[in-house]
């Protein structure tokens, strides 16, 4: 037990930043697992430029505050070291920026001892300092995030430095040590360092340490980073160029990180049009190309390129844990409140239909609105709803529009259509949407199409502008509650997209978040999932859980590419274990100018299929 006077100085470090430490106990048990199997290519090489592209210019560089949830924050923040992480295929806990952990006796304490070498990409060194800031950054009402304000204010209660290199981070509650270990080193948490010499602020900041004028003074300037590639060029509207930190990167000393990373830039380039896009991939403009699409895989992957064997194609699964999407209803529109629309446009909606008309069954349907693949958090009978017109046209009756117009749709005594807009953002969804609007039609319901392009799709359904939001949100290993259905976020710039909220929601919320035992915190959570299940809020989606990508035959990867945790064969961040063969480049450009043909491609890498 710490004394109150060790306590009190705690929190003084805690608050200033000051040199003072606290007292490290000396009964620690440090953990570093180094010895786990390794899972990149000693025959991979530096080098070269990865060319490739985004479809609409991010609102801001920032990642966090308003627009941030989009763009390139992954590059930013989420894709960047954290303390620890799991190993992609064995699911231990290994080192990134700390080589060392261990676990206090209060189920609450985890202590990191940082590795001394790591440093920002400026070259000033990353240590126990950057994470006092950290609880001081995203504490700030300045940076505009009530998520983090929450998850830091809430879920974290201190950081504590011992000396420069060594610091504790306290959950607010108790907690396994496998979810004390998520919980820190969640992505998408943000629990990692944030460089205190680059948003060292004005002297007229206020009394918490953040400028005033956070969102807008750091909206397009790039941070410091701690991995392996600093964003080094803007055009904006354009595209970005990441560079290379170097082959002196501190993170090469750790055996995990060796053999990735490797290419000295990454280009993105801003194409509206995925088609237009497409062609500058097959006149080997790009890289890269993804193919989750069908019809890209099916139909449009079986050009001269790919024939040739100039173009390679790969399709590998995973097991990654599924985020909440789907069709989301925004309970904060006019009728949408109504419980019975709600299950009429539940049952009016067919992405069973979909998934085997218009993506040709290889996407699987969503077994709940919440996810998939949380394990015993998920209950055993989620099953999504069927779609089912004569049920929808019950519920619909049931709120009034009992009615048909003349044009299929129904209306109510007051002559009010029943149609509900669907916000989406990217022009390939169109079909996959419009064949959802012609089956709606069969229960009286009109949906109409609101394309808002790109990010800027995103920022209309944070500011809960949309009826109906066609979207899939990111997920972990446990699933997420409080960011999108606790009442503190129905407002804007959340992700509450549904704006619905309940007391008792509220409550179980709570209660899972304070929850120690994990038995306890599985039925929690089962709980919340049947009431969001009633609440007929999200209507479940689809997910996708396999990579499909074409290359150019230069871009290597190991062999065999995928791990349980691979989303993306060629991202550049993450695990990036991919180079560019620069001499394989030549040899291929001079085959294509004298019309020599390789053996065409394809590998299907389906170990962790389900």
Same mark, same amino acid.
């Given at each position: 037990?710490?004394?109150?006077?060790?306590?009190?100085?705690?929190?003084?470090?805690?608050? =200033?930043?000051?040199?003072?430490?606290?007292?490290?106990?000396?009964?620690?048990?440090?953990?570093?697992?180094?010895?786990?199997?390794?899972?990149? =290519?000693?025959?991979?090489?530096?080098?070269?430029?990865?060319?490739?592209?985004?479809?609409?210019?991010?609102?801001?560089?920032?990642?966090?505050?308003?627009?941030?949830? =989009?763009?390139?924050?992954?590059?930013?923040?989420?894709?960047?070291?954290?303390?620890?992480?799991?190993?992609?295929?064995?699911?231990?806990?290994?080192? @990134?920026? !700390?080589?060392?952990?261990?676990? /206090?006796?209060?189920?609450?304490?985890?202590?990191?001892?940082?590795?001394?070498?790591?440093?920002?990409?400026?070259?000033?060194?990353?240590?126990?300092?950057?994470?006092?800031?950290?609880?001081?950054?995203?504490?700030?009402?300045?940076?505009?995030?009530?998520?983090?304000?929450?998850?830091?204010?809430?879920?974290?209660?201190?950081?504590?430095?011992?000396?420069?290199?060594?610091?504790?981070? +306290?959950?607010?509650?108790?907690?396994?040590?496998?979810?004390?270990?998520?919980?820190?080193?969640?992505?998408?948490?943000?629990?990692?360092?944030?460089?205190?010499?680059?948003?060292?602020?004005?002297?007229?900041?206020?009394?918490?340490?953040?400028?005033?004028?956070? *969102?807008?003074?750091?909206?397009?300037?790039? $941070?410091?980073?701690?991995?392996?590639?600093?964003?080094?060029?803007?055009?904006?509207?354009?595209? *970005?160029?990441?560079?290379?930190?170097?082959?002196?990167?501190?993170?090469?000393?750790?055996?995990?990180?060796?053999?990735?990373?490797?290419?000295?830039?990454?280009?993105?380039?801003?194409?509206?049009?995925?088609?237009?896009?497409?062609?500058?991939?097959?006149?080997?403009?790009?890289?890269?190309?993804?193919?989750?699409?069908?019809?890209?895989?099916? $139909?449009?992957?079986?050009?001269?390129?790919?024939?040739? /064997?100039?173009?390679?194609?790969?399709?590998?699964?995973?097991?990654?844990?599924?985020?909440?999407?789907?069709?989301?209803?925004?309970?904060?529109?006019?009728?949408?409140?109504?419980?019975?629309?709600?299950?009429?446009?539940?049952?009016?909606?067919?992405?069973?239909?979909?998934?085997?008309?218009?993506?040709?069954?290889?996407?699987?349907?969503?077994?709940?609105? #919440?996810?998939?693949?949380?394990?015993?958090?998920?209950?055993?009978?989620?099953?999504?709803?069927?779609?089912?017109?004569?049920?929808?046209?019950?519920?619909?009756?049931?709120?009034?529009?009992?009615?048909?117009?003349?044009?299929?749709?129904?209306?109510?005594?007051?002559?009010?259509?029943?149609?509900?807009?669907?916000?989406?953002?990217?022009?390939?969804?169109?079909?996959?949407?419009?064949?959802?609007? &012609?089956?709606?039609?069969?229960?009286?319901?009109?949906?109409?199409?609101?394309?808002?392009?790109? =990010?800027? !799709?995103?920022?209309?359904? #944070?500011?809960?502008?949309?009826?109906?939001?066609?979207?899939?949100?990111?997920?972990?290993?446990?699933?997420?509650?409080?960011?999108?259905?606790?009442?503190?976020?129905?407002?804007?710039?959340?992700?509450?997209?549904?704006?619905?909220?309940?007391? &008792?929601?509220? @409550?179980?919320?709570?209660?899972?978040?304070?929850?120690?035992?994990? @038995?306890?915190?599985?039925?929690?959570?089962?709980?919340?999932?049947?009431?969001?299940?009633?609440?007929?809020? +999200?209507?479940?989606?689809?997910?996708?859980?396999?990579?499909?990508?074409?290359?150019?035959?230069?871009?290597?990867?190991?062999?065999?590419?995928?791990?349980?945790?691979? &989303? !993306?064969?060629?991202?550049?961040?993450?695990?990036?274990?991919?180079?560019?063969? $620069?001499?394989?480049?030549?040899?291929?450009?001079?085959?294509?100018?004298?019309?020599?043909?390789?053996?065409?491609?394809? *590998?299907?890498?389906?170990?962790?299929?389900?």
């Amino acid at each position: 037990m710490r004394s109150r006077e060790l306590w009190l100085l705690c929190l003084f470090v805690v608050g =200033s930043g000051s040199a003072f430490t606290a007292e490290l106990p000396h009964d620690l048990e440090w953990v570093s697992n180094m010895e786990e199997p390794l899972f990149a =290519s000693e025959q991979a090489k530096r080098g070269g430029t990865l060319r490739t592209f985004m479809a609409s210019f991010p609102q801001t560089l920032r990642s966090v505050g308003p627009d941030a949830n =989009s763009g390139l924050r992954h590059y930013f923040m989420d894709g960047t070291p954290k303390l620890a992480a799991r190993h992609p295929n064995t699911g231990k806990w290994i080192p @990134q920026l !700390a080589q060392s952990w261990a676990f /206090g006796d209060d189920h609450k304490t985890v202590y990191f001892k940082l590795n001394p070498k790591a440093r920002w990409s400026d070259g000033r060194p990353i240590t126990a300092d950057d994470y006092l800031f950290m609880l001081t950054y995203y504490r700030s009402k300045d940076i505009i995030d009530p998520w983090y304000n929450d998850f830091f204010t809430n879920s974290i209660e201190a950081v504590e430095k011992f000396d420069e290199h060594t610091i504790a981070i +306290i959950s607010s509650t108790a907690k396994s040590r496998d979810e004390l270990m998520v919980q820190i080193n969640l992505p998408s948490n943000g629990l990692q360092p944030r460089p205190s010499h680059f948003f060292k602020p004005r002297k007229d900041a206020n009394q918490d340490g953040i400028d005033d004028d956070f *969102v807008r003074r750091y909206n397009f300037k790039s $941070e410091p980073t701690a991995g392996a590639y600093y964003l080094a060029e803007v055009k904006k509207g354009k595209s *970005v160029t990441f560079k290379h930190v170097g082959a002196d990167w501190w993170g090469y000393e750790n055996r995990y990180y060796r053999h990735r990373y490797n290419v000295e830039q990454v280009r993105i380039r801003v194409i509206r049009d995925n088609d237009i896009a497409l062609r500058y991939f097959e006149k080997g403009q790009l890289d890269t190309f993804g193919l989750i699409l069908p019809s890209l895989w099916h $139909e449009k992957s079986d050009t001269e390129p790919y024939r040739k /064997g100039y173009i390679h194609k790969f399709w590998g699964y995973n097991q990654v844990a599924q985020g909440a999407g789907g069709l989301w209803i925004n309970t904060a529109k006019p009728l949408l409140e109504n419980l019975a629309i709600r299950q009429g446009i539940t049952y009016a909606t067919d992405f069973d239909g979909m998934i085997k008309h218009v993506l040709r069954g290889d996407y699987v349907r969503k077994p709940h609105s #919440l996810g998939f693949g949380h394990g015993d958090y998920d209950r055993p009978d989620n099953r999504p709803p069927p779609f089912d017109p004569t049920l929808a046209a019950k519920y619909f009756t049931e709120a009034g529009f009992d009615r048909i117009g003349p044009d299929g749709i129904r209306i109510n005594r007051q002559g009010q259509r029943l149609s509900f807009a669907i916000t989406y953002g990217y022009p390939v969804w169109t079909p996959r949407i419009a064949y959802l609007k &012609e089956q709606a039609k069969q229960a009286g319901l009109e949906f109409t199409l609101n394309l808002v392009d790109g =990010s800027a !799709a995103f920022k209309y359904i #944070l500011e809960k502008k949309h009826d109906l939001a066609f979207l899939n949100m990111s997920g972990g290993e446990i699933p997420a509650y409080w960011e999108y259905l606790h009442s503190d976020n129905v407002k804007p710039q959340t992700n509450n997209h549904s704006s619905y909220s309940s007391p &008792e929601l509220d @409550q179980l919320i709570e209660a899972f978040k304070r929850e120690f035992d994990v @038995q306890k915190r599985y039925e929690l959570s089962r709980q919340i999932q049947k009431i969001v299940t009633d609440a007929f809020i +999200i209507v479940p989606g689809y997910m996708v859980p396999y990579t499909r990508e074409a290359h150019w035959r230069w871009v290597k990867y190991p062999s065999p590419g995928m791990t349980k945790r691979t &989303e !993306a064969l060629f991202y550049p961040v993450e695990y990036a274990t991919f180079w560019i063969d $620069e001499a394989v480049k030549k040899e291929t450009l001079k085959a294509m100018d004298t019309g020599q043909a390789f053996e065409p491609v394809t *590998v299907i890498d389906d170990r962790f299929k389900l």
